[in-house]
């Protein structure tokens, strides 16, 4: 298959959400040899199935994020199989709903979020970077959290800042090795709600605490970025392969803002 990414080994983990799952696909139609990585099997095993259906390349593997040895393990594997990485994307969702300000924030909750995402987003990129070939893209996902100060975000706000944090550091330390870091700022994606995402678990708390349904929440959430709309899983597929691709082969320790204005750097 002839593409943007034609010829490139990536690796997805959070395989199995709908973020990760749509970015998979586009990366497999734009010619890349895709790994699929997530704790559970069912749905990642269904997404490689639908890659492979539509004539792309995939398999798949059971992976904890948070396990170092398995992380390392698998990408050995993948390059083993493959000859080496070019791409790696973490896609890794927990549902960390904290929802309380800080004078009645546990230290454990507060903990939570950080130590999950920083911690993934650590190992994924360290073991992949082994093996990765100049050329090679490092991506990460964030959320507007990082730069939000309202009560109830204050552990995932603190995991979002510390992984673009390490998103630039990694751009400068792997830059010489011709290895670029990207990092995708989303806001919440609609679509989510119904393919295979932790977004309901996350958002429907808000939603009840604020008396509204989630739609009406998210409609509203639209109306308040400048471009009157939320983004779509294509248009974080669509950024994913752009970051990954050679036209971006200047493109590193950035902060794609993918919010629709919501959040303005």
């Known amino acids: 298959m002839q593409g943007e990414l034609a010829g490139k080994v990536a690796v997805v983990h959070g395989g199995s959400g709908a973020i990760g799952g749509a970015v998979a696909r586009a990366f497999a ?10 704790r559970g099997r ?5 997404t490689a199935a639908a890659i492979v259906a539509a004539g792309g390349s995939a398999e798949a593997d059971s992976v904890d994020a948070l396990d170092p040895a398995a992380v390392a393990a698998h990408a050995d594997a993948v390059a083993a199989r493959a000859g080496g990485i070019d791409i790696v994307f973490n896609a890794v969702g927990y549902v960390h709903v904290q929802g309380v300000p800080l004078a009645e924030l546990s230290v454990d909750a507060f ?13 994924i990129a360290q073991a992949a970077a082994q093996h990765m070939r100049e050329g ?14 309202g009560p109830g975000y204050l552990g995932h706000c603190v995991a979002c800042a510390g992984v673009e944090a390490l998103s630039r550091h990694m751009a400068g330390e792997l830059g010489a090795r011709g290895i670029r870091a990207v990092c995708l700022r989303a806001h919440v994606i609609p679509e989510t709600l119904q393919h295979g995402s932790h977004a309901r678990e996350v958002f429907q708390p808000l939603a009840d605490a604020a008396g509204m349904s989630i739609e009406t929440m998210l409609q509203g959430a639209a109306e308040g970025t400048p471009l009157k709309r939320l983004p779509t899983l294509d248009d974080i597929a669509g950024a994913a392969v752009f970051a990954a691709s050679p036209r971006s082969s200047a493109l590193t320790g950035a902060i794609l803002n993918l919010t629709s ?3 303005l750097d």
Do not use: K
């Open 29 to 38: 139609r734009e010619g890349a040899r895709v790994f699929l990585a997530a």
């Open 261 to 263: 204005g919501f959040v």
């Open 111 to 123: 903990e939570l979020p950080v130590h999950r995402y920083i911690r993934s987003q650590y190992l």
């Open 42 to 46: 069912e749905r990642l095993d269904a």
């Open 136 to 149: 090679g893209a490092v991506l990460a996902l964030t959320t507007p959290a990082g730069r939000m100060t």
